[in-house]
């Protein structure tokens, strides 16, 4: 009898309380301790721009800017995957893959979902107005529209005071 590969649920990932409140969420709704034998195979994706993608064109003598910077992204990308990985520890949840990779994070995260075959793309949302998301453009948005698999948004609650 063969066996069946689970599967795969792509969670993009980024250092905001959005991003990690969207981890927590699916942790505790698809992956409880109480159900050991997880529906999915775990995948957290951060996407690291790139120094130029953050400046933009740079002129002579920007090298050690765009060095400093760069070393920047790169503690920033490890501190998110360290972050993931304890949350995923602290919710009993071993195994899941965590990978950063340098991209624009619409691209990167569409990729991930074509590379690992994923049926489900987890993202959380910013709740950026329609003017701001015209402006930078919609992460969530833009994998909606373009990944080749269910795309679910995870919109962190308002607290109304």
Same mark, same amino acid.
């Given at each position: 009898m063969a066996t069946t590969e689970k599967p795969v649920?792509?969670?993009?990932?980024?250092? /905001?309380d959005h991003g990690f409140y969207a981890l927590e969420w699916v942790l505790d709704h698809f992956f409880?301790?109480?159900?050991?034998?997880?529906?999915f195979n775990l995948v957290i994706v951060h996407a690291k721009p790139s120094p130029i993608s953050v400046v933009g064109p740079v002129g002579p003598g920007s090298s050690d800017y765009l060095l400093f910077l760069d070393t920047r992204l790169k503690k920033i990308a490890a501190g998110v995957i360290d972050k993931a990985k304890e949350v995923c520890i602290?919710? /009993?949840?071993?195994?899941?893959?965590?990978e950063a990779v340098e991209g624009d994070a619409r691209y990167v995260l569409c990729e991930a979902v074509e590379k690992h075959h994923a049926c489900l793309l987890v993202l959380g949302s910013h709740g950026y107005g329609a003017i701001k998301r015209a402006v930078l453009g919609s992460v969530s948005n833009y994998c909606a529209h373009n990944a080749h698999c269910n795309v679910m948004i995870v919109k962190k609650p308002t607290i109304n005071d």
């Open positions: 649920m792509v969670i993009g990932m980024d250092e /905001s409880t301790p109480s159900a050991p034998n997880f529906p602290s919710k /009993s949840v071993n195994g899941a893959r965590l």
